[in-house]
């Protein structure tokens, strides 16, 4: 069974900084890529980040030069460190652990989810 418990969530001030984790269990977490959507109020859930199993990264372009994801293998964790904060930046923050990634770096969503992690960037 796999789970995936996301925490650091909270509110800031814009240009203040956080940093996501995403602790997995249940599989073996070197193996596969991760990513972190979000989903802001009305709005789709989008991808902001994902890592692959050798460490390459990708981001959205809303993010870029902000956001930066990482992994520890040998805590099975997955982070997000998220600089500079814009308010649009307020969302409830997932990870997902992926089905796979395609032979051009495309991120492919698996149906396993975290809870959660509510991010408000508000002065």
């Known amino acids: 069974q796999v789970q995936l418990v996301e925490s650091g969530g909270g509110r800031v001030q814009p240009g203040g900084s956080l940093r996501l984790s995403c602790a997995a269990s249940g599989s073996i977490f070197s193996i596969y890529a991760m990513g972190w959507y979000r989903q802001a109020p009305g709005k789709q859930r989008e991808l902001v980040a994902t890592?692959?199993?050798?460490?390459?990264?990708n981001y959205a372009d809303s993010v870029k030069g902000r956001f930066t994801i990482s992994r520890d293998n040998a805590k099975n964790t997955v982070y997000l460190q998220m600089n500079s904060l814009k308010p649009e930046d307020t969302a409830v923050y997932y990870c997902?652990?992926?089905?796979?990634?395609?032979?051009?770096?495309?991120?492919?969503?698996?149906?396993?989810w975290g809870q959660g992690t509510q991010v408000t960037v508000s002065s």
């Open positions: 997902n652990r992926a089905a796979y990634v395609d032979y051009s770096g495309t991120y492919y969503q698996s149906d396993y």
């Open positions: 890592i692959t199993s050798g460490g390459s990264t």
